[in-house]
């Protein structure tokens, strides 16, 4: 296999980079309230468990 390009590498990189940021939350300054839920609610494995509507 061949090795990538710079403009390859950077095109992957950037398509990984949107991917990631779809599942990425911000929650600013919420950020204590948030880790005290998670922890008071061990079943909740993810923080999309948390954020689903079914899981409120």
């Known amino acids: 296999m061949p ?17 990631r940021g779809k599942t990425r939350i911000n929650i600013g300054s919420a950020f204590e309230r948030w880790r005290r839920l998670k922890q008071l609610h061990p079943e909740l494995k993810s923080d999309e468990m948390i954020t689903s509507p079914g899981n409120r």
């Open 3 to 19: 090795k990538k390009t710079v403009a390859e590498k950077a095109a992957q990189k950037r398509t990984l980079d949107a991917a």
